[in-house]
Antibody, heavy 119, light 106 residues
Framework: QVQLVESGGGLVKPGGSLTLSCAAS????????MGWFRQAPGKGLEWISY????????YYADSVKGRITISRDNAYNSLYLQMHSLRAEDTAVYYC????????????WGQGTLVTVSS | SYELTQPPSVSVSPGQTASITCSGD??????ACWYQQKPGQSPILLIY???KRPSEIPERFSGSSSGKTATLTISGTQAMDEADYYC?????????FGGGTKLTVL
């Protein structure tokens, strides 16, 4: 079945860096746009970035622009999120999701990986 | 850019109908999606293109849109429907979420 599995979260100090991964299976990964989202503790969902199937189109939310880089490797069915200059407010569960069609729906979502930025 | 506004909370009695609204200046020109999120779980797509429901989603979930407001309706609400609900839409090339609505079934 279609599955997304995030990994790479953990505890990082302010100013540090971290790279998250999202492993896809059960569908033709190279045919789909993919996105990253996050949810701070007790807060709502926030979109942070998406990337087109061939990596030619990339967008970032203003809140993270300049501090994160989204990328993908279609040969390995994997999506990545490199995060730099991390701040306490970046503490959140990070989710990857598939952009399923041209009407803008994200489905499915991975189970999420927790990033904690703290000294 | 525009914002999507949802009520922070909605309460409903078991078996009754719950409605959750999502308003935004450009919603009349954009499709809305709805997601359900239960504590400790990842979001699940409930509704897309304003009114369409994935095959695995129960028929009691439905969506509608009028003017600048999209609405998620849950008919015959069950205790298991207690969750947070989020609307989502696009603004040109960026993705927007509403602030979320906590549905309480009591």
């Amino acid at each position: 079945q279609v599955q997304l599995v995030e990994s790479g979260g953990g505890l990082v100090k302010p100013g540090g860096s971290l790279t998250l991964s999202c492993a896809a299976s059960g569908f033709s990964f190279s045919d789909y746009y993919m996105g990253w989202f996050r949810q701070a503790p007790g807060k709502g969902l926030e979109w942070i970035s998406y990337i087109s199937s061939r990596s030619t189109i990339i967008y970032y939310a203003d809140s993270v622009k300049g501090r994160i880089t989204i990328s993908r490797d279609n040969a390995y069915n994997s999506l990545y999120l490199q995060m730099h200059s991390l701040r306490a407010e970046d503490t959140a569960v990070y989710y990857c999701a598939r952009l399923s069609d041209g009407y803008g729906r994200f489905d499915p979502w991975g189970q999420g990986t927790l990033v904690t930025v703290s000294s | 850019s525009y914002e999507l506004t949802q009520p922070p909370s909605v309460s409903v009695s078991p078996g009754q109908t719950a409605s959750i609204t999502c308003s935004g200046d450009k919603l009349g020109d954009r499709y809305a999606c709805w997601y359900q999120q239960k504590p400790g779980q990842s979001p699940i797509l409930l509704i897309y293109q304003d009114t369409k429901r994935p095959s695995e989603i129960p028929e009691r979930f439905s969506g509608s849109s009028s003017g600048k407001t999209a609405t998620l309706t849950i008919s015959g609400t069950q205790a298991m429907d207690e969750a947070d609900y989020y609307c989502q839409a696009w603004d040109t090339s960026t993705v927007l979420f509403g602030g979320g609505t906590k549905l309480t079934v009591l």
